[in-house]
């Protein structure tokens, strides 16, 4: 399933959203929201001509990621539940760190009708510019638990020398 443009809004923002980030959009047809959809039925499995089928456009999901230091390093962690370290790459280029990969559901080519479809499945990708100065020649990569784990040695910003004035 393709993810949505503004899959990363606040549910609350969902319908304001359909109205200012689509123009797509059929503004005769309903939009599902979430109270909606626990009283709407699930669309025909032949029925391709359903709202969201319209407004779905290819973009890749985003990875959530937090960045911390330590004194000696920093730290970017990311949630990949479910992602092999086969289907993973991190790259580093002048202060850049991409993460990207591809998170598999299985076969779900037997299926032949979806009730709820609420988990991201697909390729995803996070750029991101780290805030400090690192040496990129000393990282380490962990996946455990789910979790990616990359450490940078930080590079030592020199103290501030006192000038006398003569």
Not at 108 to 113: F, N, P
């Amino acid at each position: 399933m393709a993810r949505k443009q503004n899959d990363d809004l606040l549910i609350e923002d969902e319908l304001a959203a359909a109205f200012l980030n689509d123009d797509s959009m059929d503004l005769a047809e309903p939009v599902a929201t979430p109270q909606a959809a626990a009283t709407t039925p699930a669309p025909a499995a032949n029925d391709t001509n359903t709202a969201w089928d319209d407004q779905e456009e290819d973009f890749p999901g985003q990875l959530a990621v937090d960045v911390y230091e330590t004194d000696e390093n920093l730290i970017i962690k990311a949630r990949t539940a479910g992602v092999n370290k086969e289907d993973l790459d991190v790259s580093i280029s002048d202060g850049i760190l991409t993460i990207s990969g591809t998170l598999s559901s299985g076969d779900d080519t037997t299926v032949s009708r979806w009730h709820i479809q609420e988990c991201y499945w697909g390729e995803f990708s996070r750029t991101l510019a780290l805030p400090v100065a690192v040496k990129e020649d000393e990282v380490s990569a962990v996946l455990k638990d789910g979790v990616l784990t990359i450490s940078f040695a930080k590079v030592k910003q020199e103290q501030a020398k006192k000038i006398a004035i003569q």
